[in-house]
């Protein structure tokens, strides 16, 4: 009987090794996929932020982190990624946090020229009212479109506003906390940009997968 138990044990205790291996290996191949599937979403957000033929360089491989709360809405080092034409930078994409949305903080990625021209805006992440605050998604409304072509000036700067704050933003009907949040951090970016382009010029490699 002891020899049947110890001979049953074994064969569990190899059945157990085998699943093992087919898991971790499961997992493996698994996380592989979803990398690569990331990647490819990242890639086809930044080519919808930055012209086509506006650059000849790997986005995703551009990848810096900038640090600024003042500019960014957040401490965190927020991703960079910097178009070039051979060794000329073209234009930017920079994440950036709105965190004043109604429902809480918003995450963005804005594409700006090397000039300070918005090429364009899209949304992340957010937690806004279905219907009302989530119109600045590209698919609810075409709402985020506004920022293409603006640019950041002293003699304009006012303008950076919702239309109830003096400015030339339209608001949503019965939300105008959402789009004054996506503004000022819009805004923001580029103040950044002007103020202090050596945060974008010195900003350091992000880490590998990041």
Not at 47 to 67: E, I, Q
Not at 159 to 185: H, M, Q
Request: hydrophobic fraction near 40%; charged fraction near 25%; aromatic fraction near 6%.
């Amino acid at each position: 009987m002891i020899g049947s138990m110890s001979k049953n044990g074994a064969i569990l205790g190899a059945f157990a090794l085998v699943c093992t291996a087919v898991v971790a290996l499961t997992n493996e191949l698994t996380v592989e996929r979803i990398e690569q599937q990331r990647q490819q979403e990242k890639l086809a957000t930044l080519s919808a932020l930055l012209p086509a033929g506006s650059y000849d360089n790997d986005l995703v491989g551009s990848c810096r982190l900038v640090t600024s709360a003042e500019y960014l809405g957040s401490p965190k080092p927020m991703p960079l990624y910097v178009a070039r034409q051979g060794d000329t930078i073209t234009g930017y994409a920079l994440e950036t946090i709105a965190p004043d949305g109604y429902s809480g903080a918003i995450r963005l990625v804005v594409g700006f020229t090397q000039e300070g021209t918005i090429t364009a805006v899209r949304t992340l992440e957010h937690k806004e009212t279905p219907g009302l605050g989530d119109k600045i998604e590209l698919k609810k409304s075409n709402w985020i479109e506004r920022f293409k072509g603006r640019f950041l000036r002293p003699d304009n700067e006012a303008s950076w506003a919702v239309k109830k704050d003096g400015g030339e933003f339209d608001a949503f009907t019965g939300a105008t906390i959402t789009p004054r949040a996506v503004v000022k951090a819009v805004k923001r970016v580029l103040m950044l940009q002007a103020r202090h382009p050596e945060l974008l010029e010195r900003a350091p490699a992000c880490a590998q997968g990041e």
